[in-house]
């Protein structure tokens, strides 16, 4: 139990670092005191991101233990083809974002000192969908592995954040883009899809003009 306590820890200190930096708070305080850092602020964002990831997924591993649940039989196929699916959906969905601003880099190249990641809100078709597909996409890949203690430990942490996560990021983006992005969020699902709540692309562009 030493072990697990020790794992969720090191997931909460990850939590609360990721979401310290990427609070509106953070970033308009380093706006309004080193404006010159805000140009490489997103690309320190993801590194930062990534290096601090490595110790709880580390421990994940390490801390294996007797599986909780195996899938098996149709359950092992069911399992590994959405996991498989939610990879290439991962993917595919790339197409979708500005590869160049997700990472920071034409921040960095333009000498972008603005808080906002982006001028306008942006509703590609996978997000006529849900609102977070990516999250979406986690939670399937999470949820479709053999589960032991320490997975599970994970699993649920990285469940929690994407529920927090998720509300901490749509605060930002009502700030950004105001009544457009809140009719959004309105008419499209958050973590899940549901069949009666998808934007139509005449609506999506409507308000994509609108924000």
Not at 27 to 44: E, I, N, T
Not at 48 to 76: D, K, N, Y
Not at 121 to 146: K, N, T
């Amino acid at each position: 139990m030493n072990d697990i306590f020790l794992l969720s820890l090191t997931w909460l200190a990850y939590f609360l670092i990721h979401s310290l930096l990427a609070s509106l708070t953070v970033k308009q305080w380093v706006a309004r005191k080193r404006p010159d850092w805000m140009p490489g602020y997103r690309l320190f964002f993801n590194i930062s991101a990534t290096l601090l990831l490595a110790p709880p997924l580390v421990m994940t591993f390490a801390f294996r233990g007797e599986p909780l649940w195996q899938w098996s039989g149709v359950g092992f196929w069911l399992a590994n083809g959405l996991a498989l699916a939610a990879i290439w959906g991962i993917f595919w969905s790339m197409r979708y974002y500005d590869g160049q601003e997700f990472l920071g880099l034409r921040q960095l190249r333009d000498r972008v000192r603005s808080v906002e990641d982006q001028e306008n809100l942006h509703i590609s078709p996978v997000h006529r969908y849900v609102r977070h597909p990516w999250y979406f996409l986690g939670l399937l890949l999470i949820w479709s592995r053999d589960m032991d203690p320490a997975f599970l430990t994970s699993a649920l942490a990285m469940t929690v954040y994407f529920i927090v996560g998720s509300r901490l990021e749509e605060r930002k983006l009502m700030q950004y883009h105001g009544a457009a992005y809140k009719e959004y969020r309105g008419k499209v699902a958050g973590l899940l899809p549901l069949p009666w709540k998808v934007l139509s692309k005449a609506d999506a562009q409507r308000l994509a003009g609108d924000s």
